[in-house]
């Protein structure tokens, strides 16, 4: 890592597009760098998923109430469930220590820029429609309505990845991870530019769009 001032890093981008898998990753391979930090949410646990490990699981009264007291750096609904990073997490930077690694949507980056923590966030793409939505598709967990809200809330953030700076290109973990250390020590390499970043964002919202189509047209599953 640099030895510039110590910064929590960000990894945002679309549903589907492999940040927890990369954040997993860098803590991983670079634990003296990286450490993982855990959101709190009101959704259920899916299955293999352990309290304090994936995410904190609380009751929505219990989130409201973080929310109310200040606990939290960052928090949003979405489809209908809390989540949130606590701002306990985002402390203790100014010793040697791992800097905590956060993976979250476009609106909870801006809202932790906003409050000034100085974190480093790169948006991170998919390389293409087809293997994302299959990303998305091969999760096993979600109806076809689900996958197209998801999809629906992707478009959103998509439209929103011009307002950053940053950007790394999921089309192989392992040099995805290498381009990510690289960037958070300061050595940026070969990046997207942003002409490219916009013809890419093209397809992927083309891509998803037609899939909305096709899922919103499938049968609705039983009650």
């Given at each position: 890592?640099?030895?510039?001032?110590?910064r929590p890093l960000i990894l945002v981008g679309p549903s589907g597009v492999g940040k927890?898998?990369?954040?997993d990753a860098l803590v991983r391979r670079r634990?003296?760098?990286?450490?993982?930090?855990?959101?709190?949410t009101t959704r259920r646990p899916r299955a293999g998923e352990r309290p304090g490990r994936e995410y904190t699981f609380v009751s929505r009264?219990?989130?409201?109430?973080?929310?109310?007291?200040?606990?939290?750096?960052?928090?949003?609904?979405?489809?209908?469930?809390?989540?949130?990073?606590?701002?306990?997490?985002?402390?203790?930077?100014?010793?040697?220590?791992?800097?905590?690694?956060?993976?979250?949507?476009?609106?909870?980056?801006?809202?932790?820029?906003?409050?000034?923590?100085?974190?480093?966030?790169?948006?991170?793409?998919?390389?293409?429609?087809?293997?994302?939505?299959?990303r998305l598709a091969g999760r096993g967990t979600e109806s076809p309505r689900a996958i197209a809200r998801r999809l629906k809330t992707a478009l959103e953030e998509l439209r929103a990845a011009p307002s950053f700076e940053h950007f790394?290109?999921?089309?192989?973990?392992?040099?995805?991870?290498?381009?990510?250390?690289?960037?958070?020590?300061?050595?940026?390499?070969?990046?997207?530019?942003a002409s490219?970043?916009?013809?890419?964002?093209?397809?992927l919202e083309a891509g998803a769009r037609s899939e909305i189509r096709r899922l919103d047209g499938a049968p609705k599953e039983k009650e």
């Open positions: 890592m640099s030895a510039g001032p110590r927890t898998t990369i954040a634990p003296d760098l990286f450490a993982l930090s855990v959101s709190a009264t219990a989130f409201e109430t973080m929310i109310e007291d200040g606990h939290l750096a960052e928090w949003a609904e979405v489809h209908g469930e809390y989540y949130g990073t606590p701002a306990e997490n985002l402390e203790g930077l100014s010793g040697d220590g791992p800097v905590p690694v956060l993976d979250i949507d476009v609106q909870g980056a801006a809202q932790i820029m906003e409050r000034g923590t100085g974190a480093f966030v790169i948006f991170i793409l998919p390389p293409g429609p087809a293997k994302w939505i299959d790394v290109v999921n089309a192989d973990l392992d040099r995805t991870v290498e381009r990510v250390q690289a960037l958070a020590a300061g050595r940026s390499g070969r990046l997207p530019q490219e970043v916009a013809v890419l964002c093209r397809g």
